[in-house]
């Protein structure tokens, strides 16, 4: 699973004809201790312009092992990167609280109280909006994916993104618990326009 820094998809660049140095690293802003899961960064270059997508590795938990009832809430950190027409901005190392309803099979995602900063002049900004939440995601087997991804500042929504709007999510279950539950869960998202891009990665136990 992969979340691009850059408007430009990076799996796109593999494609190519060329030679580039990818370098991975452990992604900055995840520094919970996790048994089943993890972020890495990797770099690389295209035409002298800088890339770096985060991935997220892991022990998924077997589909056979996935609960069919009850339900499990899982804690942990989220990182968002936001770009409109005119400047890039990284919503930087914030709670995620992931809740998984078993019994009708979906998740929410909650990520909240982010600090918003210019990549560029590394300057913290006011861009509307400081928490966004993914409801009713769909579970199959052992990963889940769809839903709706709503932006909201001080609880209220708002429009970040709205001209010719996609939409994207997925993530997994990692591990399994003594009770029979997945024991941590990490996913990204992607909602892009004509006007903006809001892309993010979340890990939780």
Do not use: W
């Amino acid at each position: 699973m992969l979340l691009p820094s850059s408007p430009t998809a990076p799996c796109a660049h593999a494609l190519q004809s060329r030679l580039s140095t990818l370098v991975s690293t452990p992604a900055q802003g995840f520094t919970g201790n996790y048994d089943y899961v993890r972020a890495y960064s990797h770099s690389y270059f295209v035409n002298i312009v800088p890339y770096v997508a985060t991935e997220i590795y892991g022990v998924m938990t077997v589909a056979e092992d996935m609960p069919s009832t009850g339900s499990a809430a899982f804690n942990g950190e989220a990182q968002a990167r936001y770009f409109n027409t005119t400047r890039n901005f990284d919503l930087c190392e914030r709670p995620s609280e992931v809740t998984a309803n078993f019994a009708d099979g979906t998740v929410d995602v909650e990520m909240d109280s982010f600090t918003i900063t210019n990549r560029e002049t590394k300057v913290t900004v006011n861009v509307d909006f400081n928490s966004f939440n993914i409801s009713r995601m769909r579970v199959f087997g052992n990963q889940f994916s769809g839903g709706k991804i709503m932006a909201e500042h001080n609880g209220a929504e708002v429009a970040i993104i709205e001209n010719d709007t996609q939409q994207s999510t997925i993530g997994r279950f990692f591990g399994l618990t003594n009770d029979g539950v997945p024991d941590e869960v990490g996913g990204i998202s992607y909602l892009k326009g004509d006007d903006g891009t809001l892309t993010t990665i979340f890990i939780a136990d």
